[in-house]
Nanobody, 127 residues
């Protein structure tokens, strides 16, 4: 069974940076697309950024595209989300998710595409 473990969250002041990590356990996960979602208090979970199986293609939500960077290092079984210039609006629980489906920028930020989910890591940005 695929297991994903998100980490790296914490409390940071506005303007600060954080890097989240998603460690995956599945040998074949390098063949999967991986995505970061976040869920702010009182809001629905939404896709932030996704990366295809070999890291050649990435996609970002409009709010993340100039602020976050997604990368993957399959030698370390890890996907990263570098988050820069954080603001209070970025406060959320961040989840990583994986799918064996073919990568598509039209679908990769949709929750329904993913069958494997990590437990989430809390990011809190103070003003």
């Amino acid at each position: 069974e695929v297991q994903l473990q998100a980490s790296g969250g914490g409390l940071v002041k506005a303007g600060g940076n954080l890097t989240l990590s998603c460690l995956h356990s599945e040998f074949h996960l390098p063949l999967y697309s991986l995505t970061w979602f976040h869920q702010a208090p009182g809001k629905e979970r939404e896709g932030v950024s996704c990366i295809n199986s070999n890291g050649a293609y990435t996609h970002y939500s409009n709010s993340a595209k100039f602020q976050f960077t997604i990368t993957r290092d399959d030698a370390k079984n890890t996907v990263y989300l570098q988050m820069n210039s954080l603001g209070p609006e970025d406060t959320a629980v961040y989840y990583c998710a994986a799918t064996p489906s073919a990568f598509s920028v039209d679908r990769c930020l949709r929750e329904s595409e993913y069958i494997y989910w990590g437990q989430g890591t809390q990011v809190t940005v103070s003003s």
